[in-house]
């Protein structure tokens, strides 16, 4: 990957994969079978600032290019996507928004704070009834007293529980339609404040904590379960204008774009789970022996898993492009969109196949296939399910065709 990665790009990579096999495997099917939030290594990487990778320098973060931060969401999917999805959605969605569409307050009261990973962030937009539409936001944030009251539910929102700083979508004119959509900084503590208090992250007392914003019970997910999904809940939440990020209206616009960059950092999870099962089943039908031979030697499963480890290179390729056109300012919603569907395919793809190349032993949780699996199918859902992928890139073909 010679044209994409650079000296600084290869030694970030190589510090991530250091702490995911010391730090992360050892732990990762524990974490996986109670759906505990690793908040240990949630606090290492943070402590090494990879929950603020693409976060300029004077805002805590490390200043790197976006390449960077998809570098570290793909090395930890490797090895398990729970670590990958906390490090994705905290920087994409919990501190994006606020880092591009914030004013100057707004950067320098909370994004110091998610970039250096003292408070966890979310990103509330999802609802019952706005899913893939997600211009059907129904939550409502009227004006009050000098600021808005909020009230509605998000569903299905990464760190509603353990994290403390959320931009979430409401409508504030219901005449406009889409145009009628704001974003908002609400605030609320962890639910689990005795492992914040005993680590030492997760807690900031200074936030303006918003009454009446609450998280729900946390969900029994397929997988990326030591992730933490809950319900979001806001029942006349009062937030100051100064927590209303950008103008009335701006809303459906910016977070559009928000999830324009997030899809590229799903591609990359979804390239590390890919690579991940590749590994895994390489490494086994080489030592694996059948019929007196290593099971690597029969024509169907090495063909079969060569071409597996093209397609894996074409996605890096994808993925890596969205990432080079995004650092250099310009268009990459479609490539992002690319990146995304052939990525989150493949990762179910290849987990599928190793499974079976790796026979009953793949169906166990003795390996992490298994759990792959499992883990590669929310990539197809996430930040837009494929077919939403496959509109966004077709809008983009015929805007290409008029041009």
Known sequence: MDPYLNQEHHGLQAQVREF???????????????ARFPWDNVKAIGERGWLGVPVPKELGGMGRDYLSYVLVVEELAKHDASHAITVSAHTTLGTTPILAFGNEAQKARFVPLLATGQVLGGFGLTEPGAGSDSSGTRTRALRRNGGYAINGSKIFITHAGVGEVFTVTAVTDPARGHHGITNFVVCKPTVEMEEAQRTGIGHRPELPYTHGVTAGEKEDK???????????????????????????????????????????????????????????????????????????????????????????????????????????GRPFAKEA?????????????????????????????????????????ACEIGEGTSEIQKIVIGRHLLRELDA
Request: aromatic letters at 8%; charged letters at 25%.
């Open 337 to 377: 969109a690319m990146a995304k569907l052939v990525a989150s395919e493949l990762a179910t793809k290849t987990a599928r196949a190793a499974i079976q190349y790796m026979g009953a032993a793949g169906y166990t949780n003795e390996y992490p296939v298994e759990r792959v699996l499992r883990d590669a199918k």
């Open 222 to 328: 397929l997988g990326w379960r030591a992730s933490d999904t809950r319900e979001l809940h806001m029942q006349d939440a009062w937030v100051s204008e100064e927590q209303r990020v950008g103008e009335e209206g701006q809303g459906f616009a910016n977070f559009m774009k928000t999830l324009d960059a997030g899809r590229i950092g799903i591609a990359a999870l979804s390239l590390g789970l890919a690579q991940g099962a590749l590994d895994a089943a390489v490494e086994y039908t080489a030592r694996r022996r059948q019929f007196g031979r290593p099971v690597w030697e029969f024509q169907d499963v090495r063909f079969g898993l060569a071409g597996l480890a093209a397609e894996v290179q074409a996605a890096r390729h994808l993925t890596y492009h969205a990432a080079w056109l995004k650092d250099r």
């Open 20 to 34: 995911a096999l010391k730090s992360i495997v050892p732990v990762a099917r524990e974490l996986d079978e109670t």
